[in-house]
């Protein structure tokens, strides 16, 4: 599936509070977070994948350690997909972090979906919500926008899976 033009590829944004937004994926909106248990992504190597973030973390590693990395996909909690993070990065990860998100959201919301209620929660969103921002404490900025206290990172991440 080609992707669509990258509006997302924006630097550093600012994201105001407004009645329009969804700004965190928790509570009523869970099911938009990356984290969101019980979904499974079915293609890659070692699918499938129990959440978007488990795909990502094992996408993301360099393709000798990818057998290391699988292993970690198994475990209950998410964290251990996290530990992946500390295996070798793969050479290409900055260049096609944006498709491989943008697959596997596609098929989070598809109709080929096995859970066709996601589908129907976010297209429940519009047009009332015009903005989602993945507001996170850990100063992450690219996926999301981060609200720790830190004046560097506060509300000024680039937000690329809300904004997909």
Avoid at 105 to 125: A, G, V
Wanted: hydrophobic share 30%; with cysteine; aromatic share 12%.
């Amino acid at each position: 599936m080609p992707l669509p033009k990258r509006d997302w590829d924006a630097k550093k944004v600012t994201y105001p509070n407004t009645d329009s937004a969804i700004r965190w994926m928790q509570g009523r909106y869970r099911w938009l977070s990356r984290q969101f248990p019980g979904y499974q992504v079915p293609h890659g190597e070692h699918a499938p994948y129990k959440t978007i973030e488990h795909y990502l973390q094992v996408e993301r590693t360099h393709p000798v350690d990818r057998p290391r990395a699988a292993q970690y996909q198994h475990a209950r909690e998410l964290r251990a997909a996290f530990k992946t993070g500390r295996l070798r990065q793969r050479d290409d990860w900055a260049a096609v972090r944006d498709k491989v998100m943008w697959e596997a959201l596609c098929y989070k919301f598809s109709l080929n979906s096995p859970d066709q209620q996601l589908r129907l929660n976010l297209l429940s969103t519009y047009p009332r919500i015009t903005l989602i921002v993945d507001s996170n404490p850990g100063c992450e900025n690219y996926w999301g926008s981060c609200v720790c206290p830190l004046p560097t990172c506060r509300n000024t991440g680039q937000n690329v899976y809300g904004r997909m």
